[in-house]
């Protein structure tokens, strides 16, 4: 919910016309904001953010109860988000924009990164939007070519080591996060406890998770220093969660976002 704050950097963009990025790379949410940015439609992320939520599909104990799930990602990527959905995905503009995107994701196995290209999203298959975007326990891991996959937070959440290994020179990342922020060390003790039950490396990818979010985050500001990053950050989280998302803290992150994004034109001249 946090990536509303994305969702404002985006629309900035849209708005003033500004595609000056050869590829982007997407975790979690931010998977299906880039996707959304490069297919070129204004306003829509905010309204999975702002109005979608408050759906029982979408995020409640009753989807728990209904689908064994308590974030329902089937329900926007694909009842939604389908050609014939309420909301669809633009999915000819995505694949007619010249801009190329990576989704991250975490095998589930080997508790390691992997990156599907720009193609891996198509018409009939959303599924490496969910995987994306599968936090551990709250959804159950996504099946692709046989293998399960889970949220790319886990395994990569700061993902300039890929940006660098494609090419990049200069680097612009979007975090849901104050830029002062240190996760603590304990924060997912419970859910990966609980993920290795089943998914041992998995579980002890989300259990060391904070600290390798906060090594990569060192790194970026040092690149920042250097001028060959531009990190852009949210003041403060505004009492937005992974699942909650009160209104007017939505609103308050797409908003900063939405302003903060001016730095983008400046910072690539």
Not at 99 to 115: C, W
Not at 201 to 224: C, H, I, N, V, W
Not at 237 to 264: C, N, Q, W
Request: proline share 6%; aromatic share 10%; charged share 25%.
């Amino acid at each position: 919910m946090r990536s509303a704050f994305g969702a404002g950097v985006y629309d900035y963009l849209i708005d003033n016309s500004l595609r000056p990025f050869d590829f982007g790379i997407g975790v979690s949410a931010g998977s299906a904001n880039i996707a959304t940015y490069i297919a070129g439609q204004r306003g829509r992320l905010l309204r999975f953010y702002l109005e979608y939520p408050k759906r029982k599909e979408y995020m409640s104990l009753s989807s728990l109860i209904r689908t064994g799930d308590y974030i329902n990602l089937r329900y926007i990527y694909e009842t939604m988000s389908m050609p014939d959905g309420e909301d669809p995905l633009d999915i000819a503009s995505y694949q007619k924009n010249v801009m190329d995107m990576y989704f991250v994701t975490t095998d589930a196995m080997t508790g390691k990164a992997v990156y599907f290209p720009k193609a891996s999203l198509k018409i009939d298959d959303r599924r490496v939007l969910e995987a994306s975007s599968a936090v551990p326990i709250a959804c159950h891991p996504v099946m692709i070519g046989g293998r399960p996959y889970l949220d790319g937070g886990i395994a990569d959440p700061l993902p300039y080591e890929k940006a660098l290994e494609l090419g990049a020179d200069r680097i612009v990342a979007i975090i849901t996060k104050p830029k002062d922020f240190m996760r603590p060390r304990e924060e997912n003790r419970l859910a990966s406890r609980l993920l290795e039950i089943r998914y041992p490396a998995a579980g002890q990818a989300l259990r060391t998770m904070a600290a390798r979010y906060d090594r990569q985050l060192s790194r970026m500001k040092e690149m920042e220093k250097d001028g060959r990053m531009l990190i852009i950050a949210p003041d403060s989280t505004e009492g937005v969660t992974t699942i909650m998302h009160p209104a007017d803290g939505i609103m308050r992150l797409y908003e900063s976002g939405y302003e903060k994004a001016g730095r983008i034109s400046r910072f690539l001249g």
